[in-house]
């Protein structure tokens, strides 16, 4: 197996004992790369952060030291389990993760507690019901970016 990156030669990868391969090489946070198999094939990082080419598509480096996000309630911890009354929302039908944002005050005066997000995995194409996720680490990329989601993440002031 080997690593290519935008601009560079492939690079061998290593097994690891934990059945991951490994390569370690100078990146920059937002580098284009893919792996690719003895036989050819070309395919992304399957514990991708970022495929904004969908999932056949080059993954992107995501490092999250040159991502830092100000997480604005770093100590909340969520609510007790007795007090959640879950709403599951669909991203791609409100909006994507803008759109969703925008859903929260009008959940929260009909009494919800708590919002499951789906699909989030990055699936094929640009519409699904989030049955086939394809790169579960890799937030879906046609709603918005992984600081999208992290924005998302972090507003509170409907649940507070």
Not at 1 to 24: K, N, Q, S
Not at 30 to 42: E, K, S, V
Not at 57 to 71: D, E, H, I, L
């Amino acid at each position: 197996m080997r690593l290519e990156i935008a601009g560079m030669g492939p690079v061998r990868m290593t097994p690891g004992e934990d059945g991951w391969f490994r390569a370690v090489v100078p990146c920059c946070d937002g580098t284009r790369y893919w792996f690719r198999l003895d036989d050819g094939t070309a395919c992304p990082d399957p514990a991708s952060r970022w495929q904004p080419s969908d999932v056949h598509g080059p993954s992107v480096a995501c490092q999250p030291k040159a991502r830092t996000y100000p997480w604005k309630c770093p100590d909340w911890r969520g609510r007790p389990w007795h007090e959640a009354v879950i709403s599951e929302l669909h991203v791609g039908l409100c909006g994507g993760y803008a759109g969703t944002m925008q859903q929260l005050q009008r959940l929260a005066a009909m009494g919800f507690t708590a919002v499951e997000l789906m699909p989030l995995a990055e699936f094929p194409g640009a519409r699904n019901w989030g049955y086939d996720g394809v790169l579960p680490f890799a937030p879906e990329s046609g709603y918005g970016t992984p600081d999208d989601l992290r924005a998302w993440w972090t507003t509170r002031t409907a649940w507070a």
